[in-house]
């Protein structure tokens, strides 16, 4: 396993123990209800980052939904049971040695053209608009292959929040932590969760 892989691997594992101790209420639902509550956070990520791109420019805003968008694909990832290195492509050589790296790489297999300032809102909200095609279809009983499809789309949208995080030359395993610190601050179970990691 390369460096990359244990990198997201630990960070897959980390998410895990935050979503375990802190978001009860979603990982006590069925697979089914999860993975729909995770496409809606795909869905409001995607309009906050067209109206950041469209509208605001507002380059926080921008980069705080790119960081939410790469958790829940994480997230997602493990609700999938799915390691994101595995269904990741890696080019022959040299293999990335950073996720900034991982970040141009992907850009460069998948032709993505981050010069184009709307080139993320051109891709995201379609990838999600198949993820609610896919859950949508399990409600339904549809001949469909939704966890193909599910999984399909979570690994694109993490690649293109890696594409992006790149392209913001931001820090994903630094950010990530510190986004999910805030959000562990946030629990009045906060300073138990920090006595039984010591």
Known sequence: ??????????????????????????????????????????????????DCILNTQDESVLKKNIIDSFIISTTCSNILNIRISDKLSFSNSPIPESLLDLGHDIASQLGIDTEDSLWLIKAYPIVVGELAKACESVDHLESYQYREAITD?????????????????????????????????????FDRYMLSRT
């Open 1 to 50: 396993m390369n460096s990359i892989a244990k990198q997201l691997l630990i960070m897959q594992s980390q998410q895990y123990d935050h979503d375990e101790f802190f978001h009860k209420e979603i990982t006590r639902l069925n697979i089914h209800q999860r993975l729909n509550h995770m496409a809606l956070h795909f869905a409001k990520y995607s309009g906050k980052i067209c």
């Open 153 to 189: 789309c979570v690994i694109r949208i993490c690649s293109l929040m890696l594409v992006a995080a790149s392209d913001l030359n931001l820090d994903l395993a630094t950010e990530v932590s510190n986004r999910l610190t805030g959000v562990k601050e946030k629990s009045i179970f």
